[in-house]
């Protein structure tokens, strides 16, 4: 660390006098304190002066005597001994110094392990917690533009969580995790998360039921044992006098001694939507428990969110071209809002066995509760006359139950050492919509004349496609060993063995339209050759499976069972990772996913509409992620991705590419830090991310146009009565580009966001 560093960084702590008194402390009682605990820390280099203690005048006989048995006295007088909280503020110094250099540190829940990326066989990628500080994302859509090979799904008009990693992926499909643990709450990112991990492609020796690109894995804000905390107020504003408010007020610190910890989050929104109608309410309130033993580290966490926001299904596409009309302009009406709330419960446990042997077990409770007025087009004429229906969705009910355990350690076998994860886990997910609006609409709606308001929310309920239900279970156990040769070469082997059931359907009465329950074992292989300290390269065999299922019932009667094979995914990758002295890291990959099995229809010769598995889709490709500091003021992230995702086998769509998927990807964020060259601390950032051109729906009718979207910011940190300030600017989509960013159909295209910039003021304490 250069000197202009250490004086910035000691600019950017919050609430610690004397942080270099408190690193001088904690590195010479590290001389002289055993404990494993602490013995971990990363700390810089400290010199300790321990003065000599005073002594009375002596006689000139007896002074070399004293003087033999002050010696050892004054050697062995340790400094005192920093108490936690402090202890745990001055390793902040060091660990938020890494992070503001973007700094990439993979959380250890995403593969179960707290092993280096280097040391492992699959790709994971980091969008740090500064990222999010310095870019503010929306949504996770809007984060993970930071890596590669991901574009948006369906999000069931704005309103869900929807990633296609790889070419593969949907809303509510599994593939969201917090802290490792699955989620079915709308919306994942939210003030209580730190930073987001993307595990590319097929997890289910890890996670079980899942499509092959891979899981999205949000990680917490966890308690820490100093005291300190910050209040947040942000400004915003799109054209059009459309503004918002939001705060957040986040506080953590020590309670006694003991090594327990607290933290508290409170976040609150209130804006309008960009367009020409609408406004988006949110409260969050996250408390969160955690204690740090010598041995042992127990986490527990809640968060409880309530919600309004706009049903937007966007615009439509006609004759292969967007609506000539203006971006800000609806197709809805004002009551198409989804609102409602969610609540998660997560609590873990961490037991240090030994060295080498470490036991976790975890579980997760995730709940939400929404309704929606769902107004939508179901036809536009040459002229812009629509045909509307008048939907709605009441009593929507979604939750997941999931727990797991696992051991964690390293043995020697034969002279070559494993490192061995062995476990098992247990999940049930329920997905429930009550009471399904479906109304006629008798009034004219012209979409380049509109008139609002002359309907209100339909009220009449659908019999046959209410009590729409999807129950899925799984039980797992699973084990991986990692194998050493040498020093430098491993191999990685693995297997879980499933057993699970799924039913859906829907309807009064409730006919149930899939019906299945089958058990499995699924393979993990791999290579890691270290070529230094610095550099590996990898090699992997994983795959996937997901059984094929459906809510609505299917001509002829067909429920889909046991006996239609599940989707299986099978995906070969290689590339090199690389941690470059600690400041650059990043994945080159290259990959095969073959996903087959998939639920085919056609017309047999006795004219019989058949269901099949004989589908089959493909995805290969390459991608580039790096992030990280690259010069001594500049840090960075950015990524490409080339994904070529095409149907295989099909008596339809067969050579098609699959929807929302782009053939190329690619982003780049750049940020400068001016160090001491100003009174404060100013930084400056900013970059764009492109995205080619994807098929607008499964026939591959039209394709939505290729974008580029560019953001930029500006934060000064300073004081105020002593206490830290920082100002910060954002301006997204600084160009205010109209894009498209994903599709459902001709009729539902969204709309990306228009231009908007906030202004912010956080007081640290």
């Known amino acids: 660390m250069t000197k202009c560093e250490g004086r910035r960084d000691a600019r950017a702590r919050t609430g610690m006098r004397g942080a270099i ?6 590195t010479a009682d590290l001389l002289w304190s055993p404990s494993p605990v602490f013995a971990q820390a990363t700390l810089p280099p400290v010199t300790v002066d321990v003065p000599a203690p ?14 033999a048995r002050a010696l050892p006295s004054r050697r062995a007088m340790p400094p005192p001994m920093p108490t936690r909280a402090e202890r745990a503020a001055a390793e902040a110094v060091v660990l938020d110094a890494a992070k503001l250099n973007y700094r990439a540190m993979p959380s250890a829940t995403t593969l179960r392990s707290g092993a280096s990326p280097l040391d492992t066989a699959q790709s994971v990628n980091v969008v740090p917690e500064q990222v999010i500080r310095d870019q503010l994302p929306r949504n996770i859509d809007d984060a993970l533009a930071n890596i590669s090979g991901v574009t948006q799904a369906n999000t069931l008009a704005g309103t869900q969580d929807a990633v296609m990693r790889r070419g593969f992926g949907d809303n509510r499909d599994g593939s969201i995790m917090r802290n490792g643990l699955p989620l079915v709450q709308s919306r994942s990112l939210n003030a209580a998360v730190e930073s987001v991990e993307v595990l590319k492609g097929p997890a289910s020796l890890l996670y079980g039921i899942m499509d092959p690109g891979g899981i999205v894995n949000t990680i917490s804000k966890r308690p820490e044992l100093y005291q300190h905390g910050s209040v947040t107020l942000l400004g915003s504003a799109y054209a059009n006098n459309r503004t918002g408010v939001d705060g957040t007020i986040d506080v953590t610190g020590p309670i006694g001694d003991g090594g327990l910890a607290y933290r508290f989050i409170g976040y609150g929104v209130s804006e ?13 309130v996250a408390p969160s428990l955690a204690w740090y033993g010598d041995t042992t580290t127990v986490q527990l966490n809640y968060e409880h969110r309530e919600f309004i926001t706009p049903f937007d299904r ?6 292969g071209a967007p609506l000539a009309i203006p971006a800000t302009r609806r197709l809805d009406e004002p009551f198409n809002n989804t609102w409602g709330q969610s609540d998660l419960v997560q609590a873990s446990v961490e037991q240090k066995l030994n060295d080498d042997w470490k036991l976790t077990a975890a579980y997760s409770y995730n709940t939400e509760s929404s309704s929606a007025n769902q107004l939508r087009i179901t036809a536009i004429d040459a002229k812009g006359k629509e045909t509307r229906s008048n939907d709605g969705t009441w009593g929507s009910l979604s939750r997941v139950s999931y727990g797991t355990s696992y051991i964690q350690g390293a043995f020697w076998l034969g002279g070559l050492r494993n490192e061995v994860l062995f476990g098992g886990d247990a999940q049930y997910r329920t997905i429930y919509r009550q009471d399904l609006i479906r109304d006629k609409v008798t009034s004219v709606f012209n979409v380049y004349t509109p008139v609002y308001g002359l309907i209100q929310p ?12 999807d129950k899925l279970g799984q039980y797992s156990l699973f084990v991986q060993d990692t194998l050493h040769l040498t020093e430098k070469l491993s191999f990685v082997g693995g297997v879980r063995y499933m057993d699970y059931e799924q039913i859906a359907g829907r309807g009064r009465p409730f006919k149930a339209n899939t019906n299945v329950a089958a058990d499995t074992v699924l393979p993990l292989g791999g290579a890691i050759l270290k070529l230094n300290e610095q550099v590996s390269l990898y090699a992997s065999y994983t795959k996937s499976l997901k059984p094929n299922s459906t809510i609505a019932p299917l001509t002829g009667g067909v429920v889909l069972g046991s006996n239609i094979a599940p989707e299986q ?5 290689t590339g090199f990772k690389f941690d470059l002295d600690k400041r650059l890291s990043g994945t080159v990959a290259v990959y095969d996913i073959d996903k087959q099995n998939v639920l085919v229809s056609q017309t047999n010769a006795s004219n019989v509409v058949e269901y099949t598995t004989a589908g089959k889709v493909r995805s290969r ?16 992230i950015g990524s490409y991705g080339y994904t070529d995702a095409r149907v295989t086998d099909d008596p339809v769509y067969r050579g098609n590419r699959l929807q929302n998927v782009a053939l190329n990807t690619a982003s780049l964020y750049l940020v400068y830090d001016f160090g001491t060259a100003l009174p404060g601390q100013l930084r400056l950032g900013g970059g764009a991310r492109y995205v080619g051109d994807r098929a607008g729906d499964a026939a591959n009718s039209f394709v939505l146009p290729p974008y580029v979207v560019a953001d930029v910011f500006a934060s000064y940190e300073t004081k105020h009565h002593n206490l830290p300030v920082i100002y910060q600017l954002n301006v997204k989509n600084l160009f205010d580009n109209v894009y498209y960013p994903s599709a459902n159909s001709v009729l539902t295209v969204a709309v990306g966001d228009a231009r908007r910039v906030s202004l912010s003021a956080t007081v640290k304490f």
């Open 54 to 67: 005073k002594r009375k005048p002596a006689s000139a006989a007896s002074a070399p005597q004293r003087q």
């Open 21 to 26: 008194a408190l690193v001088s402390a904690l």
């Open 272 to 284: 309008d939507y960009w367009r020409n109608f609408g406004r988006h309410r949110e409260m969050l």
């Open 569 to 573: 995914g099978t995906a070969w990758e």
């Open 458 to 469: 339909g009220t009449l309920v659908s019999a046959s496609d209410s009590d729409q239900t």
């Open 314 to 319: 966007g615009t439509a596409f006609i004759n």
């Open 621 to 636: 490709g390459a991608e580039v992620d790096v992030t990280g500091k690259i010069a001594e003021h500049w840090t960075m």
